[in-house]
């Protein structure tokens, strides 16, 4: 865990959270913006700030879902920082044609047209 500032944790404390991501081969996403997702909100000295949120993934989510981008938003009004998790769109994925349903009047001469628009 990332963390300026306050007590260092222990071992102990990190221990659970540690056995979790290693359980289910879990890796950190990464992120981009502020290092730090919580602050106390004091300052200089007294100040204590922690990278406390983070998106994890294991191999086959990220195979699935890559490219992601993780952003920490900035705090407003909270001691906690959101993040925003996006599924990035490949140059491939945006030169694909997007298709338009189209209704064709011949369906309807079809015996079981209107049931199959009644059950879909």
């Not at 306050?6 to 102990?12: A, C, P, V």
């Given at each position: 865990?990332?963390?300026?500032?306050?007590?260092?944790?222990?071992q102990t404390q990190l221990?659970?959270?540690?056995?979790?991501?290693?359980?289910?081969?879990?890796s950190d996403l990464g992120?981009?913006?502020?290092?730090?997702?919580?602050?106390?909100?004091?300052?200089?000295?007294?100040?204590?700030?922690?990278?406390?949120?983070?998106?994890?993934?294991?191999?086959?989510?990220?195979?699935?879902?890559?490219?992601?981008?993780?952003?920490?938003?900035?705090?407003?009004?909270?001691?906690?920082?959101?993040?925003?998790?996006?599924?990035?769109?490949?140059?491939?994925?945006?030169?694909?044609?997007?298709?338009?349903?189209?209704?064709?009047?011949?369906?309807?001469?079809?015996?079981?047209?209107?049931?199959?628009?009644?059950?879909?």
């Amino acid at each position: 865990m990332r963390k300026k500032g306050g007590n260092d944790r222990s071992q102990t404390q990190l221990a659970l959270g540690r056995q979790v991501v290693a359980e289910w081969n879990l890796s950190d996403l990464g992120f981009e913006g502020y290092q730090f997702t919580w602050s106390n909100g004091r300052e200089e000295e007294k100040s204590i700030q922690c990278r406390l949120e983070r998106a994890l993934g294991n191999e086959e989510f990220v195979n699935r879902f890559s490219p992601i981008k993780v952003c920490h938003l900035p705090r407003f009004g909270s001691d906690h920082a959101a993040i925003l998790i996006c599924q990035e769109h490949s140059p491939q994925q945006n030169n694909r044609r997007k298709r338009v349903f189209r209704f064709e009047e011949s369906w309807t001469k079809e015996t079981n047209c209107e049931d199959l628009v009644q059950q879909n």
